[in-house]
């Protein structure tokens, strides 16, 4: 949608955008009006704004928001699309966690372990809340603290670190009942201002094949501006392959979506594509699978979004590494799509800026090395994996 464009370029501040239009929905349902408006027959007006109804909330999607009305339109232009395009990896994130993986000492990696408490210097004795953590924690020169180890409890074990790089999504930093004392105010409020939204996907799997084989994708125009029930959010159904259906959808109605049973929701993709191709031949799926990322404990939610109100600053805030002593080596450092400034939301992002923090750590414990923490070369990954 070239509407988005002309949201993004407010962000380097060339100029201003229109007075009281504060997000991107907004924005662009002005430019939807002006546009429309100049569409002189009515049923192509009443369609165009149906298409254009269906592609916002595609933008919900990729966004992950509710509604473009909660996303900040100055701070649009700070995501950055990696050039190069989408690619998908025919085994999964092993082909690029394997090769990593395997480079390291047996043991090392303990997984399946809920991370429960993390204590660090100055919450380690009383294990309550402290209001003055801004004072404890510093980022370069402060107070002192007696205690510079960091307790991470996990299961029925207590680990010892000098340093952690803590790659806990944002929805599990906002549940805020994982550090110990409570995390330094600045970052807190971060934390609480930046969107962590819901997109959840819904896979539809057949006996057989149905739909012509020059359909791509069934785009949903729903006969109303309002939604009705959970399931016109959806928007299409893609097909994956001539056996697989895929849905998407966001925000409130996915979190509704999220508590239904399988077989309902199926059910419900039926009817919704039974009417919309007239075909009350249409099978049903025999299986419907669905993601339930809000209700997932270890994401509460899907991804990073700036919403109206908050900003790029947010992130750079949540990736700030916390030292104390004047120490070079953080004593927490943060990684994690919500802390990459320009790429949130994605898996480079995150893959960024775990590479970034580790290299980080590395580089303080030499000391003597200038540090580097704008990488953003992706050859090292890329190379190598198999690519459909
Ligand atoms: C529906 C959907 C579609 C997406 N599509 C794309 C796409 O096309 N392209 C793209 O680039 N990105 C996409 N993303 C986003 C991408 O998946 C995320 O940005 C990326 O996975 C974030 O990586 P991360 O390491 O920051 O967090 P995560 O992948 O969430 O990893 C955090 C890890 O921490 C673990 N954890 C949580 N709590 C605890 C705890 N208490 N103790 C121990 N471990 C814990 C979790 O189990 C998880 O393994 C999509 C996301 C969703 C939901």
């Not at 395997?102 to 009383?126: A, E, F, M, R, Y």
Request: hydrophobic share 35%; charged share 25%; net charge negative.
């Amino acid at each position: 949608m070239c509407f988005l464009r002309r949201c993004e370029d407010y962000f380097t501040g060339a100029f201003d955008p229109p007075p009281g239009i504060h997000s991107v929905g907004e924005h662009v349902q002005l430019e939807i009006a002006i546009y429309l408006d100049k569409v002189q027959n009515s049923n192509a007006r009443k369609l165009q704004r149906l298409i254009f109804n269906c592609l916002l909330k595609r933008e919900t999607c990729i966004t992950g928001c509710n509604n473009m009305n909660d996303i900040d339109l100055i701070e649009l232009g700070s995501y950055k699309e990696l050039q190069g395009g989408n690619i998908a990896l025919p085994s999964g994130y092993s082909s690029i966690l394997d090769p990593i993986y395997n480079k390291l000492p047996p043991d090392c990696i303990k997984l399946n372990s809920q991370v429960t408490k993390i204590k660090w210097p100055s919450g380690i004795d009383n294990g309550t809340d402290s209001e003055d953590s801004d004072k404890t924690v510093i980022e370069v020169g402060g107070e002192n603290v007696t205690n510079e180890t960091v307790y991470v409890h996990c299961d029925d074990k207590i680990y010892e670190a000098d340093s952690i790089i803590c790659t806990l999504p944002l929805g599990i930093l906002k549940s805020n009942d994982i550090f110990c004392p409570k995390l330094p105010k600045y970052k807190e409020k971060s934390i609480g201002r930046l969107l962590y939204g819901v997109v959840d996907k819904i896979f539809l799997y057949y006996d057989r094949p149905f739909l012509s084989q020059d359909t791509d994708e069934i785009l949903l125009l729903w006969d109303s501006d309002e939604i009705g029930d959970w399931s016109e959010k959806i928007y299409s159904f893609s097909k994956v392959n001539d056996t697989l259906l895929l849905g998407w959808l966001s925000g409130n109605e996915a979190e509704i979506m999220e508590k239904l049973d399988d077989k309902i929701i199926g059910d419900k993709c039926t009817e919704i594509l039974r009417r919309f191709l007239n075909d009350p031949c249409i099978p049903y799926p025999s299986k419907c699978m669905c993601t339930r990322w809000k209700a997932n404990e270890f994401s509460l939610g899907s991804y990073t979004a700036i919403g109206v109100g908050s900003s790029q600053l947010d992130i750079e805030h949540i990736a700030r590494p916390m030292h104390v002593n004047n120490n070079t080596i953080p004593i927490i450092t943060f990684a994690g799509e919500h802390t990459h400034p320009n790429f949130y939301s994605t898996v480079h992002g995150a893959y960024l800026s775990g590479r970034a923090a580790a290299e980080m750590l590395i580089v303080c414990k030499r000391e003597d090395e200038p540090l580097n923490t704008t990488v953003t070369d992706l050859s090292s990954w890329i190379q190598g994996l198999p690519l459909t």
